[in-house]
Every structure is written in C-alpha cells, then in structure tokens.
C-alpha cells in the first residue's frame, strides 16, 4: 500500500510542512511523522481525515502510488476528479513523458490502432509509440493522437490525425461534441457524441457524414474517452456538393438582379 508515501508526497507538493500539516488535522506533528515513515498505521478515522483534507478518495491513498501520476492526472485528482470518490473504476491512463518529466502526446497510427485495442493500459506498449509536443497545448491536460481511416467524418478527411485531451470522469462527456474513443470491440472510433449514460448507461454515437447510423455503445464496452481537440490533415477537405446548386441559384439572381439595375440606371 502506498499510504505513507502518499501523504508524503501530497503534503510536500502543497507547500506545507508536517506541523502544518499536523495543525490542521488536530494531530501531533511526532503522529503525521510515524505515518509517512511507516511507524504508526492509521485507523479508519484516521484514513477519513486525510481523505478529507486532501479531497482524494480512501482507496486512492492506499491503492495508487500518486507519485507516478502525471501532471495532467495529478491537477484532475487536485480538481476533485477522483473517480473512486465517484464509485467508479480508477482509470488510470498509461502515458510517457519526456527527459524534463513533461507527457509527451503519443501518436497512434492506422497500422497500430489494432495493437492499442489491447495494448492500451500496458506501459511496454505505449512507450514505444512515436511522441512529440504541441507548444500551443496545455502542460497541465493529457493529449494523445490517432490516425482515423475511412470517410464517416467527412469533411474530416480520411486518414487525418486527430488529437484529443483525456477525460476521466465521463460524466463530464458533452453531448453534440466529438470524441475519440477506445471501445471493446470495435476499437478506436471518432464520433459526435450523445451523453446518455446517467439515464440509459449509454452513448449514442453520431457520424459527421450522414450516410451512416448513428448506434449506442453500452458503458461497459469504453476503455478510453478523449474530447477531440484538433485535426491534422495533408489533404484539403472535400468541397461540400450539397450547396452547390444552391450557390448557383443565388450568383445567377445576382446577375439578374445587377442586370435590372444597369437597365434602369440607363
């Protein structure tokens, strides 16, 4: 368990001292010292405070060693995103980052989409794929990219590279948004999204190009849930050919219109 270290590392990341510390939660600063140093063992009361004080779940304090988070992991848990205080799976996302300690963006590609359906939580895996920065990205979000293939985003064009920022609690997924997710069965997919899962435990899931059903994907097949932050692409999106008769019909009134000006003007 990974108390101890815990309640080290957080107490230290906030700039306090153990007779801070101490003061606040009514304690001797020798009882906050045997703690972090493994001399004392905390009791469910105990284990309550610091919940408490640190707006991090029980589990959390005892089940995740914090200070491997990253950055990004690590304002969402301090943002009160601790999805164990929520009742829910602790995710905890895979990621790498660079020799300043900064999380790299790691770029799924279409040849590798297949081996990140399963590959996904194993960080042998994931520290293998290629990594770069975006300087106009936040530091303090966790982005990854993945290369989409076929045309049901359309004007999004296919094989662009769509980079999205993590969402950890889903309940925060908003509706009409795009999403990148990972599914069980059907892998990574790029959609508009309809949140439904407080009241059907479901997302309805929308294609741009309207040739195609939308469907809903049940909770328990999500692995991941990014929020669509921007597209790369080398190709020029198609032109959309619905309009087009449309834009003709108005050029032509406009041609008849200055016509009729012309003539009265004479």
């Given at each position: 368990?990974?108390?101890?270290?815990?309640?080290?590392?957080?107490?230290?990341?906030?700039?306090?001292?153990?007779?801070?510390?101490?003061?606040?939660?009514?304690?001797k600063?020798?009882?906050?010292?045997?703690?972090?140093?493994?001399?004392?063992?905390p009791?469910?009361?105990?284990?309550?405070?610091?919940?408490?004080?640190?707006?991090?779940?029980?589990?959390?304090?005892?089940?995740?060693?914090?200070?491997?988070?990253?950055?990004?992991?690590?304002?969402?848990?301090?943002?009160?995103?601790?999805?164990?205080?929520?009742?829910?799976?602790?995710?905890?996302?895979?990621?790498?980052v660079?020799?300043?300690?900064?999380?790299?963006?790691?770029?799924?590609?279409?040849?590798?989409?297949?081996?990140?359906?399963?590959?996904?939580?194993?960080?042998?895996?994931?520290?293998?794929?290629?990594?770069?920065?975006?300087?106009f990205?936040?530091?303090?979000?966790?982005?990854?990219?993945?290369?989409?293939?076929?045309?049901?985003?359309?004007?999004?064009?296919?094989?662009?590279?769509?980079?999205?920022?993590?969402?950890?609690?889903?309940?925060?997924?908003?509706?009409?948004?795009?999403?990148?997710?990972?599914?069980?069965?059907?892998?990574?997919?790029?959609?508009?999204?309809?949140?439904?899962?407080?009241?059907?435990?479901?997302?309805?899931?929308?294609?741009?190009?309207?040739?195609?059903?939308?469907?809903?994907?049940?909770?328990?097949?999500?692995?991941?849930?990014?929020?669509?932050?921007?597209?790369?692409?080398?190709?020029?999106?198609?032109?959309n050919?619905?309009?087009?008769?449309?834009?003709?019909?108005?050029?032509?009134?406009?041609?008849?219109?200055?016509?009729?000006?012309?003539?009265?003007?004479?």
């Open positions: 368990m990974y108390f101890n270290s815990n309640i080290k590392f957080l107490r230290k990341r906030k700039g306090r001292t153990q007779d801070e510390v101490a003061l606040a939660l009514s304690m600063r020798s009882t906050l010292s045997g703690y972090e140093n493994l001399i004392a063992q009791n469910i009361e105990t284990l309550i405070t610091f919940s408490k004080y640190f707006n991090i779940a029980i589990d959390t304090l005892l089940k995740v060693d914090i200070a491997q988070l990253g950055e990004s992991q690590l304002s969402q848990l301090e943002r009160g995103f601790d999805v164990f205080i929520k009742g829910s799976t602790l995710r905890v996302l895979t990621t790498t660079d020799i300043e300690n900064n999380e790299n963006i790691e770029l799924v590609e279409e040849k590798a989409k297949a081996g990140y359906t399963t590959g996904f939580a194993d960080p042998e895996y994931i520290k293998v794929l290629p990594a770069f920065h975006l300087p990205l936040s530091r303090n979000k966790k982005y990854r990219s993945f290369q989409i293939s076929g045309d049901s985003m359309l004007p999004i064009p296919d094989k662009s590279y769509v980079t999205g920022e993590y969402i950890v609690d889903w309940n925060f997924i908003r509706s009409h948004q795009p999403y990148i997710i990972l599914t069980r069965e059907e892998g990574v997919v790029f959609k508009i999204v309809e949140n439904k899962l407080t009241e059907e435990g479901i997302l309805t899931l929308h294609s741009l190009n309207t040739i195609y059903e939308p469907f809903d994907l049940p909770v328990g097949e999500i692995r991941e849930v990014w929020k669509f932050v921007h597209y790369i692409s080398s190709e020029m999106p198609e032109p050919r619905e309009r087009d008769p449309l834009t003709d019909t108005v050029r032509q009134l406009q041609k008849e219109v200055q016509a009729i000006q012309m003539r009265l003007n004479i």
